[in-house]
């Protein structure tokens, strides 16, 4: 448990310097996919897909979501 916490502790900064004051994370274990919502419902018009296997979703140039794919595999930047 006190593992867990200070693991969601680490993460908390990182979450207060985003550009939306409202964040929704999913995690699809089976598929390995996190999905990082801005808002709900999330209504991307476009979406680019780079090289590390993240989906940044945008409608009219603002990013509303992102998709993080083979999640478990990604290391810390």
């Known amino acids: 448990m006190e593992k867990g916490l200070k693991q969601i ?8 310097r985003l550009p939306s004051k409202h964040v929704w994370i999913d995690y699809d274990k089976e598929a390995d996919v ?15 897909l780079l090289d590390n296997n993240i989906l940044i979703r945008t409608m009219d ?13 990604m290391s810390p930047m």
């Open 61 to 73: 140039g603002k990013v509303v979501g992102i998709t993080i794919m083979n999640a478990s595999s």
């Open 9 to 16: 502790l680490e993460v908390v900064p990182h979450v207060m």
């Open 34 to 48: 996190v999905y990082i919502n801005f808002q709900k419902p999330q209504m991307a018009t476009d979406s680019e």
